[in-house]
Nanobody, 121 residues
């Protein structure tokens, strides 16, 4: 089982920025995705990167405000978030799959434990 560990969750004011990190025990030529689950809501996809080739997938909610990137030297996938809104408040998870596809949770087989992002004044 390949481990994933999220970090970087924090309290941030509306309009602020935050970068989350997903530390991966080993990088393979597969995909790392970010998901989130807000209180009382179902988990939803945010963004995904096909490691190695660098192609990226964003959901409509994330496109334009969030950026996913990888650092192969550190085995980390980042999620940079800007112009944060209160409804971005959620537990954020990273997970891996063979490919990003349409960011279906069913395709992702290994999950981290999450990091909490709270957007509030």
């Amino acid at each position: 089982q390949v481990g994933l560990e999220e970090s970087g969750g924090h309290l941030v004011q509306p309009g602020g920025s935050l970068t989350l990190s997903c530390k991966v025990s080993e990088f393979y030529l597969d995909a790392i995705g970010w998901f989130r689950q807000a209180p009382g809501k179902e988990r939803e996809g945010v963004a995904c990167i096909n490691v190695g080739i660098g192609s990226k997938v964003y959901t409509d909610r994330a496109r334009g405000r969030f950026t996913i990137s990888e650092d192969k030297t550190k085995n980390i996938v980042y999620l940079q978030m800007r112009d944060l809104k209160s409804d971005d408040t959620a537990e954020y998870y990273c997970a891996r799959a063979n490919y990003c596809g349409i960011l279906s949770q069913n395709d992702f087989h290994s999950w981290g434990k999450g990091t909490l992002v709270t957007v509030s004044s």
